[in-house]
């Protein structure tokens, strides 16, 4: 019987597949090494970033010092400065905001066909928004790591005991809202379409919220509406969840919605790319 037209060499084995943990390992290097790359080789991201914390940081803080009173509330023991108060929403405001440049990234990818290729890549299409989904809380927790040394060099003081908490809320925030971000993506079909977006998204979720004041302000002042929207709001309690770790504390109802709504816009996003029966099909869009 004829032997193989192309027979291996003597003694050299063919190479052998690669294994499934291999090729999720090596689409994770080339998924999230592309966030990175693309960020770093923008350093002016980062400043701009950092410029609308900081804003508030510096310059508000000292405004509405007297205005902003801020009594005895949980999880503080005792009265604490405006500035201190504020520094948990600025955090989430740096994750808010980099979950939206990511929804931005996806729709910039979508239009140029960079999507539509990964996306028919040999991978399960959970994986691949799941690598997506890992990048940008990476790139979101890497920024509130600057934002929260800015804040520290300018006088809050952070116990190091309480810093692994700390950063375990961070990056289950920026998780959550970076699902938020890919979930946005999906009905997001036009660039043209996201000042929109950040317009009826961003704002209302972190002024409605207690980033920058408690939500007895609102009690107080009557608004009952936006004191419900308030509590309803899931950058709420992600705030909250960081603003507790921050003293070393626990707030277990805000832990559940910063999950819970993590996970939900996650498999909501799952579903939205599903050229099956998500909205991509429906929309025709790739």
């Known amino acids: 019987m004829q032997g193989p037209l192309n027979p291996p060499a003597d003694g050299v084995a063919a190479d052998p597949a690669p294994s499934p943990l291999a090729h999720r390992l090596r689409a994770l290097r080339a998924v999230v090494g592309r966030e990175l790359n693309r960020f770093l080789r923008q350093p002016s991201r980062l400043g701009s970033a950092l410029v609308r914390p900081l804003l508030w940081f510096v310059v508000f803080a000292a405004g509405f010092h007297n205005v902003f009173g801020v009594a005895i509330v949980p999880p503080y023991q005792t009265y604490i400065e405006y500035k201190v108060y504020m520094v948990p929403g600025l955090l989430g405001m740096v994750a808010l905001f980099n979950g939206m440049q990511s929804s931005l990234s996806m729709v910039y990818d979508r239009e140029m066909g960079v999507m539509r290729l990964l996306l028919t890549a040999p991978l399960p299409r959970g994986w691949l928004l799941g690598f997506k989904l890992l990048g940008s809380t990476v790139l979101s927790v890497l920024q509130m790591a600057v934002f929260l040394l800015i804040a520290v060099a300018f006088g809050i003081d952070l116990a190091w005991g309480d810093l692994p908490g700390l950063l375990l809320a961070m990056a289950c925030a920026a998780t959550m809202l970076a699902a938020l971000g890919l979930m946005l993506s999906v009905y997001v079909k036009q660039l043209e379409n996201f000042a929109g977006t950040m317009n009826f998204v961003i ?84």
Not at 210 to 226: F, I, M, S
Not at 236 to 246: K, Y
Request: hydrophobic share 55%; with cysteine.
């Open 203 to 286: 704002f209302p979720m972190f002024f409605i919220s207690p980033a920058l004041y408690p939500l007895w302000k609102l009690e107080e002042a009557g608004a009952w509406w936006l004191l419900m929207l308030a509590r309803w709001n899931p950058f709420t309690h992600a705030v909250e969840a960081m603003r507790f770790a921050s003293v070393g504390q626990f707030n277990a109802t805000a832990w559940a919605v910063v999950l819970g709504c993590g996970a939900v816009f996650f498999v909501l996003a799952l579903r939205g790319y599903d050229p099956q029966r998500g909205f991509i099909k429906t929309k025709g869009g790739g």
